[in-house]
């Protein structure tokens, strides 16, 4: 069995699916986007709620792959393309190429690592397997870039410091820096149980809650090689300016890093300002609101899923509907 047969076999349960749907509301006729197809989960509900269209797009392509047949399930209802969800504007110009101005009524983004890549050793993610220490969602092409190894071998100490607290919130990161250092001044890393020893020789054992010491540490070095947050940055703008007048804007998060400039985001899109109080005048926004929140506080799981699904336990849901009002210009705001 290979490994995207064995990927396929591996049950899979798409965090607050039923809230997801409910949020993009899909109707015959419509599109949408996913822009993180992964195994499928959220594309798979779309085009069972309605006779819509859904373009997929997944930088793995592990997972495209894998979603060939769920194309063959929906034949001229979707299409899964290998891109990075930043990309979702130009993919969709050219899977509907011919119109003067590609509008949709929906995108879905699904933020982090997903179990999938988790199992699979030779990804290098996971901390628990031992594997090449890679870390990269797109291992080929024009997606490809510098690996987890690359960052820890020629990174300078500050440097791999800064990474470690600012994308991992590791308090421990100065020490962790310069344990991988003089570890490296001796011999490279090339696996992830030793980054992931280095780690825990610093650290310690399991944290009270069960979590892995390396848990901060991996998670800092993926979103680093992978440019998650510029990622993130950049696939919220597209959204904003491929969403038609009511398009749905669904983002479902899974730690702070990820959620606040989600929710920065959509709260200066609709004209307010974090904290601000609704007793005091708003302040005059930059430009017209361009979405409209529909959940002030984030959606969450609820105890039953959390206990059928461990992984869910973090998520957060944030969903916002486009307006009348033309996307922001770049750089404003």
Known sequence: MTSEQSQSARPHNPVLLREVIQSLAPKPGERFIDGTFGAGGYTRAILDAAACEVLALDRDPTAVRAGTGMVQDYPGRLTVVEAPFSALEATAAKRWSGEAAVLVDGVVLDLGVSSMQLDQAERGFSFQSDGPLDMRMSQAGDLAGPT??????????????????????????????????????????TRTLELASIISRVLGPKKPDGRHPATRSFQALRMAVNDELGELTRALTAAERILKPGGRLVIVTFHSLEDRPVKQFLVQRAGREAGQSRYLPEKMALAPPSFQIVNQRPLIPSDEECDRNPRARSAKLRAAIRTEAAAWPEGLG
């Open 148 to 189: 987890a190894a690359d960052l820890v071998n020629t990174l300078e100490q500050s440097a791999l410091a800064d990474i470690l607290f600012q994308l991992g919130e590791e308090r421990r990161s100065r020490a962790i820096a310069g344990a991988i250092v003089k570890r490296r001044s001796e011999q490279p890393f």
